[in-house]
């Protein structure tokens, strides 16, 4: 069984020192309060896709985290490629705004039974070559912390496609999916998450996980919602390691500048 490794090196304000080739990076931003550190994530980014609402929330909320600087500046200089979803939320004067610095527009208001964000993810998918889809990571800005049903929608996306590598964000934590086709190593990067972290088994019960490198480690262990599943355990080593029979999620904890 393949090793997946993963690292939230994305978070560093410099180029990580390690010395595995570092994965190209597509930022989907939604309609929720930007993250601190959306201005890095835009800059990593090589696609950057507003979903939907989340085009108001660059256009208003960007230039704040600037407060020095002029609001037409960062605006121009944080041009989303892509806006898209069902364009019920983004605000008509930000639209015209951003057609005019030639942002692409895709609306799909025909469909009402998938979310924007994943639209988003979808458009993603079908926009990149096979070849550089491995070494792609989504990193989706604004996932956590609001409506439990947006929230369950976001999640429902790392499953739907759990092919690819997509990392929800918000100021307080990250989560992404570990399948079960693979074994997976964990480089925790200190300086920026932790120590507290959760695995948690999503879709069905774990009948086996086995980790390493956490204060509380799985050892052949079952999980299952209604009974025990892990959440509040520490991270004690920089290397994690985690195998199980189920995809599970993984959690980490975002510190406070
Ligand atoms: N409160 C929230 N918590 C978490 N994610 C959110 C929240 N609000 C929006 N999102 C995410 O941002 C995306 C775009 O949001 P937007 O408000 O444009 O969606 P929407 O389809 O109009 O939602 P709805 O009609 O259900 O209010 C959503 O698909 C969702 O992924
Ligand atoms: C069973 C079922 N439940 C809810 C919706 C509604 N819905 C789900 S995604 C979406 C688009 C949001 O941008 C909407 C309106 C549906 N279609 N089917």
Redesign the pocket.
């Known amino acids: 069984m393949d090793v997946m490794t993963h690292s939230s090196s994305f978070l560093l304000p410099s180029i990580p020192t390690d010395n595995g080739p570092s994965p190209s990076y597509a930022l989907i931003v939604l309609n929720q309060r930007l993250p601190r550190f959306t201005p890095l994530l835009w800059t990593k980014a090589q696609l950057r896709i507003c979903a939907?609402g989340g085009a108001n929330r660059v256009f208003d909320e960007l230039p704040q985290l600037f407060p020095h600087e002029d609001v037409l500046d960062i605006r121009n200089r944080y041009k989303p490629d892509v806006i898209k979803?069902?364009m019920d939320s983004v605000r008509q004067e930000v639209i015209d705004f951003y057609t005019n610095l030639g942002t692409k527009i895709i609306d799909e208001s025909y469909d009402?039974?998938?979310?924007?964000l994943c639209k988003c993810v979808a458009y993603i998918r079908d926009s990149t070559p096979n070849l550089e889809k491995s070494n792609l990571c989504i990193l989706v800005a604004g996932a956590l912390g609001g409506r439990f049903d947006h929230e369950i929608g976001n999640i429902n996306v790392l499953c739907r496609f759990s092919t690819m590598r997509i990392v929800l964000l918000t100021d307080d934590c990250l989560i992404l999916l570990l399948p079960s086709t693979h074994r997976h190593e964990i480089l925790i990067q200190s300086s920026v998450e932790g120590p507290h972290c959760g695995l948690i088994p999503i879709g069905m019960p774990s009948e086996r996980t086995t980790t390493t490198g956490l204060k509380w480690n799985l050892s052949d262990t079952g999980m299952r919602f209604g009974g025990l599943i892990s959440t509040s355990n520490i991270v004690i080593e920089e290397r994690i390691t985690v195998q199980s029979d189920s995809d599970l999620l993984w959690t980490i904890s975002i510190k406070t500048p």
Do not use: A, I, L
């Open positions: 939907d979803g069902d009402q039974d998938s979310t924007d």
